[in-house]
């Protein structure tokens, strides 16, 4: 029969691992435990944060990166997310209603294109783009209207829903909010990524860019030359390379003063650095 002292080293056994387990918990839930936070990507404007998977983050970045090439408005890029918000939860769907498919849902049938084409990003894009430059006054409407005119949808109000979000989405990826208000955690790659491989990528999404490589390793520096609309681009690139980090086997971005870097320092976002305001420069694994 166990005695007294054996029940209370007992009790205060069980209380002691209790503590334990509570603490891990809260720690985990806070995003600050032994635990990594998990791999995503998050956008903070005016006090509103959008939280992406890693999946919707590379093609949100896409879609704000097509509209930065092609020089339209914030308010573009944020009738587009708002679309696929609604119609794919920002993920490239190969099956829908009927006959849709891709991020926007777009209909072989209605025109959209063939199954191939719509199920490639860079081209449901810009033709969701191609659409939407065609509604006159569409800079101006409430994003709702305007991604009714292009998609025709049986639930006009339903883009209203996501307006907000891909207000605040669109102006940290097109660099509208810059400072580093996008960011992700992202796991240290294991493989080893390419100059060009990444540049091709960039350059893909963005057009022809200033790439120089830097240093002896396969990294190298985007420079983005401030103009009228500030270091907006740079901004816009640096988002991009943070959604595509894992893709490329990206270990470090810097711009305009700030450095981030993936594996557990990701978790702490951009920190200040000495990082130049005219060069996004890169570091590969």
Known sequence: MPTRHGRRSGIFLFLAVVAVVAGVTV??????????????????????TVDLEPDQARNASLI???????????????IALATAYQ??????LAHGDRDSIGIFQQRPSQGWGT??????EYYSINKFYDALEKI?????????????????????EAYEAHAPDARALASAL?????????TCVAEQP?????????????TKAYGPLDVARTGSRQDFAVTVAAGQDGNRKGWSVAAYLLAHADEL??????????TWQTGDQSSDGWVSSDASPTKVTVSLG
């Open 27 to 48: 720690a985990v839930w806070r995003g600050t435990g032994p635990l990594p936070d998990p791999p995503g990507c998050t956008a903070t404007v005016a006090g509103r």
């Open 64 to 78: 704000a990166a097509i509209g930065v090439r092609r020089g339209l408005p914030a308010r573009a890029v944020s």
């Open 87 to 92: 119609e794919s939860k920002i993920r490239n």
């Open 115 to 120: 199954v191939a084409q719509i199920s490639d």
């Open 136 to 156: 006159d006054g569409y800079q101006t409407m409430r994003i709702t209207e305007a991604a009714q005119k292009v998609q025709r949808s049986g639930y006009p």
């Open 174 to 182: 097109t660099g509208y909010s810059p400072g580093g208000t996008f």
């Open 190 to 202: 294991d493989g080893r990524g390419t100059a060009a491989a990444a540049t091709a990528v960039l």
């Open 249 to 258: 086997d990206v270990t470090e971005v810097s711009f305009d003063g700030r």
